[in-house]
């Protein structure tokens, strides 16, 4: 053990902790930042208020954390706005002035405390505190978290606690006036979520209230701070962790900081003198035969807990931790054949992205909850993705988000709160942002799951795209290098210097500056969808990184049902375009829709012809960039879920059931795909595998008609090379048609290991709506085994897009939307939900198929 002073007060300690160290794995508790200790101590304010609106004299039962809307709603004061055309009878909300209240009783032990704070984890935006009376501090930001000194303040007895929201959209407007020229953007003015004033997939729901935690904090002598977990893998064998405690004293006190890892037990103990202030101290700790975190996919999510205790004699002062897994994560930019690369690199083992957009998952924030994430992240996981792009104009999200993203190895891509804007330079907003970035830097870096900071969305691609730069002076680009050049790689630099900074999604190491480079940097397709190509443009783009693209469809039905009447249901009435926010989206969708197939027979069919358009769309351009790897090397659709009831680019709507595109990402996303796609004069069959070891397996293929008769039919054994795509097969398209129309033929491909099926796909050589498909004939029986209730298919013909359901018998189907070669029998799970009557899946099963949508 080697123990040294540095600059007085910061102690380096380094100790090897022996290979015995078992991790954390996928703790389904991660350890709370603040226990309940006699010396610090934290007394929720979570729970039952009162509000009213600023002028009128009623007061209403409130919920913390929560927002007016949901308090409006509980109270009976404004109808659902997700409901039919609801929406625009709650704008007024946003227009109007909050306040809430609270009454609360100072306990003994936390009047005896010599700090007592005020601490405000989110305040949805504008809004003064005040305490018996007096203020005690104003809120602009509803992403930093506030805290006020109130010590002076309380009183024995009851205490009378006041937040007064301001109108958003008030402040809003009051903001933009006092610029010489108007900036673009969505409230740009506000650090409040730019979803919330609507988006063109969600509703205009300016929201006020506390919508994260509050509480009294209390405190005497010390406490910690803050802790920052820093690894090095630069000795084999081995990683060293730099754990720095941030310790604030209120007086001279000499106290014991404990290190410990996984356990009650400290590893580390070491005397501190603290003086008044805040001080830095840092142990080492190393880890030998270090059980390493992975991306899903790729090996185990390892977890370990650091935890950090002060103690003075036998008491404790304070206690925190951290879970971290212990990996490498680089972005790779390398100068290459293509120009620059832009991957990530895991334990230094590069791989491709996998995966979608995440915006938020509700228009009312509170409503979300551990369950609600896990829910919709498993189902990310369940589809093999491995990265997920938290969106910058929602909301840095919950801590629930972070550790299920640890636990289930996904890699988040984590944007700062800028979307599609430009941005104030004035000092205030500066400062603002500054403080914004360090809160949450430091609030997140710990998690093994994040991979990378990202200045904003879109805002370089609207100022060389969407005619800002033309339009608005050259300060208010100025402006933009100060937030985005500036401050928050600096916040990173300083605050997280192992992650990577990326100053936009999308941008480019070009020096043109246009993000648009298909040579370097990342990449937002929207030819496809925006510029009306088809989909079949994908294939010619090359691009290095695709992070967004993608193609709207319709909930299916019984979604539908739970926001319309029966007379709303034609995608043209005003409630079913009151659910659509793209202005041409139905239009959009009806466009692609008439060129692929034929006319749907109802309205029921249209909305699942819909899903299996968008979900054929999304197929074209995933495997497009798999197959090309490594010049290719990332693959973030657009988007998955959704916030609201809604017609938009989601794979899970907004009850989170899989929509055809989430059961299409979970064979394109595959660990191993084939694919067949049609290049030059050539149909090109392609291996694509993410696994880490070779994979022998059988290659088969067959020329078929939809008739069933099986023109060519062969197989060959060949070897999956892990990390790669590789070519099996190129066949001249004319040898390959001859003698047929191509409406009347498909080419079936698969990659099998012994029974098991690794990957299966089917190129169909001309638009369905010209191919005249037979009934297939399916037949479905119901048993269940040791493993649980599931559906045995077989058809006569082929089948497209066959589709399970059982109304009556809530659950999910493993697979779903997937296409049946004649005569061979597919076997499909069912996942029962809780409560759900088994016996009812073969009294409600319904199976469906693309013949059956017209």
Not at 165 to 174: L, Q
Not at 193 to 208: Q, R, V
Not at 209 to 219: K, M, N, P, Q, T
Not at 428 to 455: M, Y
Request: hydrophobic share 40%; proline share 6%.
């Amino acid at each position: 053990m080697m123990i040294r002073w540095v600059n007085g007060n910061k102690l380096i300690l380094t100790l090897l902790v022996l290979a015995g160290l078992r991790p954390a794995c996928l703790q389904s508790e991660p350890p709370s930042p603040v226990p309940s200790i006699s010396n610090h101590i934290v007394e929720s304010f979570n729970g039952e208020w009162e509000f009213r609106q600023v002028g009128q004299e009623t007061w209403f039962k409130a919920w913390v954390p929560g927002t007016v809307h949901q308090d409006l709603l509980t109270n009976l004061l404004i109808p659902d706005p997700f409901y039919r055309d609801q929406e625009a009878k709650v704008q007024w909300v946003e227009n109007a002035d909050w306040e809430y209240r609270r009454v609360f009783d100072l306990s003994g032990i936390i009047s005896a405390k010599d700090n007592i704070e005020l601490v405000c984890h989110g305040l949805d935006t504008f809004a003064s505190v005040t305490l018996n009376g007096a203020e005690v501090g104003r809120a602009d930001n509803m992403f930093r978290v506030w805290r006020f000194g109130v010590k002076s303040l309380l009183r024995a007895g009851p205490n009378e606690l006041r937040i007064v929201f301001d109108s958003p959209a008030r402040r809003e407007k009051e903001l933009e006036a006092k610029l010489a020229h108007k900036i673009p953007g969505n409230a740009p003015h506000a650090r409040k979520a730019p979803y919330s004033f609507g988006w063109d997939w969600g509703p205009k729901l300016a929201t006020s209230g506390i919508w994260r935690g509050i509480s009294l904090e209390a405190w005497k002598r010390a406490r910690i701070a803050d802790i920052r977990i820093e690894q090095d893998f630069s000795k084999k064998g081995e990683v060293s962790l730099k754990v720095e405690t941030e310790i604030l004293a209120d007086r001279e006190v000499r106290v014991d900081l404990e290190i410990s890892i996984d356990g009650p037990k400290p590893v580390v103990t070491v005397p501190v003198s603290l003086s008044k202030g805040a001080s830095r101290h840092t142990a080492v700790v190393r880890i030998r035969n270090p059980r390493l975190w992975w991306p899903a996919g790729m090996g185990e999510q390892n977890l370990y807990v650091v935890h950090a205790v002060l103690r003075q004699g036998t008491s404790e002062l304070d206690h925190t931790a951290r879970r971290i897994g212990l990996r490498t994560l680089e972005l790779v930019q390398d100068k290459d054949d293509w120009g620059h690369s832009f991957y990530f690199r895991v334990n230094g083992i590069p791989f491709f992205a996998k995966g979608g957009n995440w915006i938020p998952a509700d228009s009312f924030l509170p409503r979300m909850h551990r369950g609600r994430y896990e829910e919709l992240l498993r189902s990310c996981r369940e589809a093999h993705m491995n990265m997920l792009r938290v969106w910058g104009g929602g909301v840095y999200e919950d801590e629930d988000f972070y550790d299920l993203c640890d636990e289930l190895g996904l890699v988040v891509w984590q944007d700062f709160m800028f979307a599609c804007q430009m941005v104030p330079g004035d000092d205030a907003f500066l400062e603002n942002i500054r403080a914004e970035a360090e809160g949450v830097v430091k609030a997140l870096r710990h998690h093994a799951s994040l991979g990378l900071w990202c200045g904003n969305n879109e805002c370089e691609e609207g100022w060389f795209h969407w005619g800002w730069k033309e339009s608005l002076p050259a300060s208010v680009w100025d402006d933009y290098l100060k937030v985005f050049d500036g401050i928050l790689p600096e916040a990173v630099r300083r605050y997280d210097p192992g992650r990577p900074y990326w100053p936009s999604s999308p941008h480019t190491l070009d020096k043109t500056g246009d993000p648009r480079s298909e040579d370097a940097g990342d990449m937002h397709y929207w030819g496809v969808w925006h510029g009306q190509e088809p989909f079949e443009e994908y294939r010619k783009k090359n691009h290095r990184f695709f992070s967004e693209f993608g193609f709207q469809s319709f909930p299916l039905l019984e979604t539908v049902k739970t926001y319309t009447r029966p007379e709303d249901r034609n995608i043209t009435s005003p409630v079913m375009e009151q659910h659509q926010k793209h202005p041409s989206g139905n239009r959009l969708i009806m466009l692609y829709m008439l060129d692929w197939f034929r006319f749907p027979k109802d309205f029921e069919s249209l909305l699942w012809l819909s899903q299996v358009l968008q979900a054929e769309g999304m197929k074209i351009a995933a495997e497009h960039f798999r197959s090309r790897m490594p010049r290719i090397m990332g693959s973030l659709y657009w988007q998955i879920e959704d916030c609201w009831p809604v017609a938009s680019w989601a794979g899970l709507d907004s009850l989170g059931t899989w929509k055809a595109l989430h059961y299409y990402a979970r064979r394109f996303y595959n660990p191993v795909l084939i694919t067949a796609i049609p290049r030059d004069d050539k149909l090109v069959v392609a291996a694509v595998s993410d696994e880490r070891r070779p994979h022998p397996a059988e290659f088969r293929w067959s020329l078929r008609t939809y008739a069933g008769r099986i023109v060519q039919e062969k197989s060959a054994p060949v070897t999956i090379e892990p990390g790669r795509s590789a070519v099996l097969l190129e066949l001249p398209l004319d040898e390959l048609q001859k003698g047929f129309a191509p409406e009347d033929i498909y080419f079936a491909c698969e990659l099998a290991d012994g029974d098991m099926v690794l990957s299966s796909n089917i190129h169909h050589f001309s638009r369905l709506k010209k191919v005249d498909l037979p009934d297939p004939q399916i037949a479905a029986s119901v048993g269940a085994d040791a493993a649980g209730p599931a559906v045995e298919l077989q058809s006569k013909f082929f089948a497209k897009a066959v589709y399970l359901e059982a109304p009556g018998c809530p659950g999910r189907f493993k697979d779903n939307f997937f296409d049946m070669l004649p005569g061979k029998t597919y076997k499909v799970r069912f996942l029962p939900a809780e409560g759900a009557d088994i016996a009812q899946l073969g009294i409600q099963l319904r199976v469906r198929s693309l013949k059956d949508s017209f």
